[in-house]
Nanobody, 126 residues
Framework: VQLQASGGGLVHPGGSLRLSCAASRFPTGYYAIGWFRQAPGKEREGVSCININDDKISYGDSVKGRFTISRDNAENTVYLQMNSLKPEDSAVYYC????????????????????WGQGTQVTVSS
């Protein structure tokens, strides 16, 4: 499985970006696909994910109401629409897939995920 994230860039506060994650293929029977981010000196955090079994979507508290995750199965692509961007959204954004659920782990826990893309930089600055 190869994941290719793209769409990052420099944007002013209040602006928007749409990230794309193109997969060579999605793992057979995989559990979830998600977006994560990591800023310098900080731990990687879950931004949003889709549970493939029930289509449940989860968002991190800091992005609720501003970010929207979606997927195009025909194109093996997952998107992250980011609106009302803030400087604190600046980070490298990664997409990843999880093979299975692990009891006690949130769907947004990076430790759940097995395959990772290379990341795309998002910088929000005036």
């Amino acid at each position: 499985v190869q994941l290719q994230a793209s769409g990052g860039g420099l944007v002013h506060p209040g602006g928007s970006l749409r990230l794309s994650c193109a997969a060579s293929r999605f793992p057979t029977g995989y559990y979830a696909i998600g977006w994560f981010r990591q800023a310098p000196g900080k731990e990687r955090e879950g931004v949003s994910c889709i549970n493939i079994n029930d289509d449940k979507i989860s968002y991190g508290d800091s992005v609720k109401g501003r970010f929207t995750i979606s997927r195009d199965n025909a194109e093996n692509t997952v998107y992250l629409q980011m609106n009302s961007l803030k400087p604190e959204d600046s980070a490298v954004y990664y997409c990843a897939t999880a093979d299975k659920q692990i009891l006690g782990f949130s769907d947004l826990d990076p430790r759940l995920y097995d395959y990772w893309g290379q990341g795309t930089q998002v910088t929000v600055s005036s």
